[in-house]
């Protein structure tokens, strides 16, 4: 999965580049070969066009001159916007962090970055689900977006009047430490690992499993926590709390680790609309056997319906036999759902229960994938001759070959 499960950035090596996505098809995992990715132009520039000097796979010793000792305490929300590039209080002792000159060239790199995703994807978002979207998902409060790792920005993008979204992967979520306590190296060694972490999102709209994984763990800032830190910043959220949180076995929210499933909770605040909003990051595995010892995240969102539901990148993990719970569950709970053609099975969505529409292009899978091809998708979206879509979506992550499948239920409001 692109776990997602579902960035920019260069301080990617040249066998990364090379490599181009390999993810692993199992257990929630995925794969894709290299030719698949560099068949169309990229989304975005180059990592090297942004990053023209990558640096080394470990930083060398700072200059003792350049960052002052810091004091401690500073907030969850400063955290973020540093971790994000963003300009802090000047109350938070952070603010000495971002006079350095790697800090200011990070800081340029990601704004440069973002300025291309918000013209490139996230601008052509925002009036698609405004044409086609907003309508039918207003009345629901909740984003269910399982198999999305940190993948808060798209969410976010197309979901932003929700005020709770429940999200899930593999990689664990380590709570964030108080940055302005981390040795010089290891502060700036994780905005370069940032950086690299957040490279397949911004070029191909989803994270890469097997790198997440290498990304996750390089440095004391572990987990999918600063990425979804970075998202929060940059969309203009303020974070007025995070706590670990575990669920006991009938999906009950516990306020500590004890559960068997185990995740983090951020309340936020959109600081340009006022609305308090909730994110929920569960670990877990989502196939059948799993859920079976471990039913706890089942039952915690079977309770959350009517939702939204987001499927991006999900590895065609539901076609399997042995993902049939999570796909079962999210047609039973969702009103809308919204997915590429790798998430639940067109022919899942019977015209007696749902009114499916069908966005962009659709002709058959990537190659690793070619086995999961859908005649059934491919006769409806002839039936229905779609325009193109105008940003990136999916595996299929050139515009004109992305495709999304839009599928509302009849009865639930």
Request: hydrophobic share 40%; net charge positive.
């Amino acid at each position: 999965m692109r776990q997602f499960q579902g960035s920019i950035l260069v301080f990617v090596n040249t066998s990364r580049k090379a490599l181009a996505v390999l993810l692993i098809l199992a257990a929630g995992l995925v794969s894709l070969r290299s030719q698949d990715l560099r068949s169309t132009p990229p989304i975005l520039s180059s990592p090297s066009s942004l990053f023209p000097t990558p640096a080394p796979p470990t930083l060398p010793t700072p200059d003792k001159s350049v960052l002052p000792s810091l004091p401690q305490n500073n907030n969850a929300t400063d955290a973020a916007r540093f971790l994000a590039g963003i300009k802090v209080s000047m109350q938070s002792p952070l603010s000495l962090w971002t006079q350095d000159p790697r800090w200011i060239r990070y800081s340029n790199s990601i704004d440069d970055a973002f300025a291309k995703l918000e013209q490139l994807q996230l601008s052509n978002i925002r009036i698609w689900r405004s044409q086609n979207l907003d309508t039918a998902a207003l009345s629901n409060q909740t984003c269910l977006y399982l198999f999305s790792g940190p993948d808060f920005l798209y969410a976010d993008t197309f979901f932003p009047n929700c005020t709770t979204y429940v999200m899930q992967g593999l990689e664990p979520a380590d709570l964030v430490p108080d940055l302005s306590t981390l040795p010089k190296q290891t502060l700036l060694a994780t905005l370069q690992n940032i950086e690299a972490s957040l490279y397949s999102e911004f070029r191909w709209s989803f994270f890469v499993t097997k790198f997440m994984r290498e990304d996750f763990q390089r440095t004391s800032l572990r987990g999918v926590l600063p990425i979804i830190y970075v998202f929060l910043a940059r969309g203009g959220k303020e974070i007025t709390d995070v706590r670990q949180i575990s669920l006991s076995k009938d999906g009950t929210l516990l306020d500590n680790a004890t559960g068997d499933t185990k995740g983090v909770r951020i309340g936020c605040t959109d600081i340009n609309t006022g609305t308090a909003k909730t994110i929920y990051y569960f670990t877990a595995n989502l196939s059948d056997d799993h859920i079976e010892r471990n039913p706890e995240l089942a039952r915690f969102c079977s309770k959350l319906g009517p939702t939204n539901a987001l499927l991006k990148a999900a590895s065609y993990l539901m076609f399997a036999k042995n993902f049939s719970t999570v796909r079962n569950l999210i047609l039973k709970t969702s009103s809308v759902i919204l997915e590429d053609d790798s998430g639940i099975p067109f022919d899942y969505f019977s015209q007696k229960d749902w009114t499916v529409r069908v966005f962009g292009t659709y002709t058959k899978p990537v190659d690793l994938f070619k086995q999961y091809y859908q005649p059934s998708l491919r006769q409806w979206y002839v039936a229905n001759a779609p325009l193109p879509l105008t940003f990136a979506f999916g595996y299929q992550w050139n515009p004109p070959a992305s495709g999304i499948i839009l599928a509302i239920h009849s009865d639930r409001p």
